[in-house]
């Protein structure tokens, strides 16, 4: 059974920096591309980044392009995702998704209900 868990969340100011994991497992034989999603109180879920299952391509959505990074970290089978420059329109539940059918890039900036999402974890900026 595939479970994906987000950790990290909290509180940081306006200018600050935190840093998010996402967890996914139990995909037997390989990994998931994975895609970081934000939801803001009466917001839909928008799309903020993307990884491939290797870690060769990533693609950001423009609300985070030049101040998030997604990586993978091998060592500790994570997909993280380094936000630095935080603003207060960042202030959201923050989820990351196991991309089922394997798009990612340009591919894959719409929140599908058929992929395996974390339960979210609460990310406010404050000034």
């Known amino acids: 059974q595939v479970q994906v868990v987000e950790s990290g969340g909290g509180l940081v100011q306006t200018g600050g920096s935190l840093r998010l994991s996402c967890a996914a497992s139990g995909r037997p034989g390989g990994r998931f591309p994975i895609g970081w999603f934000r939801q803001a109180p009466g917001k839909e879920r928008q799309f903020g980044s993307n990884?491939?299952?290797?870690?060769?391509?990533?693609f950001y959505g423009d609300s985070v392009r030049g101040r998030f990074t997604i990586s993978r970290d091998s060592v500790e089978n994570t997909v993280d995702l380094q936000m630095n420059n935080r603003k207060h329109e960042d202030t959201a539940v923050y989820y990351c998704a196991a991309v089922v059918d394997g798009h990612s890039d340009g591919d894959y900036t719409r929140p599908n209900v058929d992929d395996y999402w974390g339960q979210g974890t609460q990310v406010t900026v404050s000034s």
């Open positions: 990884i491939s299952w290797n870690g060769g391509t990533t």
